[in-house]
């Protein structure tokens, strides 16, 4: 069923536990982290720092947990081409407080589309397309100015001016869910244009894709 994304809510990170050693990860359509003792529970978001690429400084939820391993909801490492055996180990830190950002307007987003490199080799007439990865994703919102000092403002300003690493929450009324890695650029200089609320502009650089969860 298709949705418009009104009653979306956004959250920020704004603190991230001490990170938990991972001694291993598998190769699995739902990958299993070892990690001894690390306390996490059903539901827990994570920022994963790991050796495979593709998988390092990603945000994922837990979806089953043992005393020393959980399984990573949505992440597929099977590809062994993609994510080599043996060579994911790293860490995961817990998202421990999200804020919820209030009484913001004019969400978009840009970037996440691939790129490409034309080439054409001089035995041929005929160019080529490569592909070569992806663009950055980048989203910027309005937040209304009078927001200053609420829990909102005070999270993205702080997060903002230390540079620090967040996740972003985007959960729909549907009860859908997107994480994304991202720091945060907030800017505090009032927009002024008659006839509407004066805002203030945030921006979520993301450091990763987004992992999504159905509703």
Not at 100 to 116: C, I, P, Q, V
């Amino acid at each position: 069923m298709a949705r418009t994304p009104n009653g979306t809510i956004t959250s920020v990170a704004t603190v991230l536990a001490a990170a938990k050693t991972i001694s291993a990860i598998t190769n699995a359509a739902e990958a299993v982290c070892s990690s001894t003792a690390h306390g996490y529970s059903v539901g827990d978001v994570l920022l994963i720092y790991s050796g495979w690429g593709r998988l390092n400084f990603r945000a994922a939820r837990v979806k089953t947990v043992t005393t020393d391993s959980f399984t990573l909801e949505g992440i597929d490492t099977s590809n062994t081409e993609l994510f080599t055996p043996g060579s994911g180990a790293g860490s995961a830190r817990k998202v421990t407080t999200m804020v919820d950002l209030d009484r913001t307007m004019n969400h978009s987003s840009s970037g996440g589309d691939a790129k490409t490199v034309n080439v054409k080799f001089i035995e041929s007439d005929v160019e080529i397309v490569l592909n070569d990865g992806f663009n950055a994703v980048q989203r910027t919102f309005d937040m209304d100015a009078d927001m200053i000092g609420t829990p909102a403002y005070t999270a993205l300003k702080m997060l903002s001016d230390t540079n620090a690493d967040t996740v972003v929450r985007r959960r729909a009324k549907t009860g859908a869910v997107s994480l994304i890695p991202a720091k945060v650029s907030f800017n505090e200089e009032e927009t002024l244009t008659e006839g509407q609320a004066v805002t203030v502009k945030g921006t979520f650089n993301a450091q990763n894709i987004s992992t999504r969860y159905a509703a």
